[in-house]
């Protein structure tokens, strides 16, 4: 039961696994480009934040059998699709992996490496935060997350090109799509079929690219925070540029908020375990740990106890000072409080890593 609930409740989900896509997230884009037709022409593209690698394998799929049946014009060219994400992916066929962060403008020299120099002719996000359940925290994340992607995009992006990323539809989106505006001509929002209505995720298609007068790529945050204060700021009433919400899939799709009956559409239920497991999780060490000390994570009152902190990350300097206060039997002092509240920032980053559980220095 527990193998086929998910099954169920999410048709994507299950279509992903029978089709081979290693999320479900691989038919938004798919639906996006049925209406959009962001890759039509495209030879140069680049997915920012594309682990575990459903968004590129989109893209190796569609670009590379386009490819395959232009090989009979002279004009046809293999195309070169470039996955960037901090965390390892396991390898996609046709796809050349960057593990690097998309903040880095090395990152971007690297991309335009592998592009003889030149600029992308399509620039893909979907990457998104780990949501705390604080909306307004979220929503910020994942806007400064979509500037970031942008600022990257005006380094390896060339003139015309397209831009398309992950949004979240909030109070203050109006703010975003200006600043958008700014660097592209044209500008909508998208909704997927295989987006779950319930979700304030949508996606932002931004066309021919455009960049202003006067603005030196890498720079964004300064450009925008000059530019807002002399130009947003006088767009209102009528002048307020209106960005149009498309829903993009077809009325027959299955709806992504539906529970489906395992026997669909007249085809018998076949189980299929998931495409790609991850291949270096970050719950792994937690797992491992759970197993050692014979502990069900599941229950809220789970608790496990580190022996020897010192050999765990010998690297971190809150780990080190964690050990040091290990070895001193945790002795309170007069002036312990103040020290305690002076490196309180280390060590609510050593919590952060590990809040899955609840950790204990013997």
């Known amino acids: 039961m527990g193998k086929t609930s998910k099954d169920k409740r999410d048709i994507y989900y299950r279509r992903a696994k ?3 896509w290693r999320a479900r997230s691989a038919f938004k884009l798919l639906q996006i480009d049925d209406e959009y037709h962001i890759l039509d022409g495209v030879t140069k593209a680049v997915d920012l934040c594309a682990a575990p690698g459903s968004w590129s ?15 009979k014009t002279a004009e046809s060219v293999n195309p070169i699709i470039i996955a960037v994400d901090l965390q390892a992916m396991a390898p996609l066929e046709g796809v050349i992996q960057i593990q690097g962060d998309i903040t880095n403008a090395a990152t971007a020299e690297e991309i335009l490496k592998y592009f003889a120099n030149e600029q992308a002719d399509l620039v ?10 604080l909306h307004d925290m979220d929503i910020f994340i994942q806007s400064e997350l979509l500037l970031a992607a942008l600022n990257i995009t005006t380094l390896i992006l060339r003139s015309g090109g397209t831009f398309v990323a992950k949004i979240f ?7 975003l799509y200006c600043q958008l505006k700014v660097f592209f001509a044209e500008v909508s929002c ?11 995720e949508a996606f932002i298609i931004c066309k021919n690219y455009s960049p202003p007068e006067g603005y030196v790529p890498n720079e964004l945050a300064s450009f925008l925070e000059k530019y807002n ?6 767009l209102t009433g009528i002048n307020r540029y209106v960005i149009p919400f498309v829903v993009c899939g077809d009325l027959d799709q299955p709806d992504s908020d539906t529970c489906y009956p395992l026997n669909f559409e007249g085809k018998e239920y076949k189980y299929h375990e998931p495409t790609q497991l991850p291949i270096s999780p970050p719950y792994a060490e937690a797992i491992a740990l759970a197993e050692k000390e014979n502990v069900n994570l599941k229950k809220a009152d789970a608790s496990i ?14 780990n080190k000072q964690i050990t040091e206060e290990a070895k001193n039997d945790l002795a309170t002092t007069p002036n312990r409080k103040k020290e305690d ?4 920032g280390p060590i609510e980053k050593f919590d952060l890593v590990e809040s899955f559980v609840d950790f204990h220095i013997m």
Do not use: F, M, Y
């Open 57 to 71: 394998q989109a893209l190796s799929r569609r670009l590379h059998e386009t490819c395959k049946n232009d090989k």
């Open 229 to 234: 204060s002399t130009k947003l700021a006088s």
């Open 305 to 318: 106890v580190i022996h020897n902190t010192a050999s765990k990350c010998e690297s971190s300097p809150c």
């Open 124 to 133: 893909v996000c979907d990457g998104a935060p780990d949501v705390t359940g």
């Open 18 to 20: 029978e089709e081979g």
């Open 169 to 175: 539809r909030a109070k203050d989106v109006s703010t």
């Open 190 to 200: 998208a909704k997927p079929s295989s987006s779950r209505n319930s979700s304030i």
């Open 341 to 344: 509240e002076e490196d309180e």
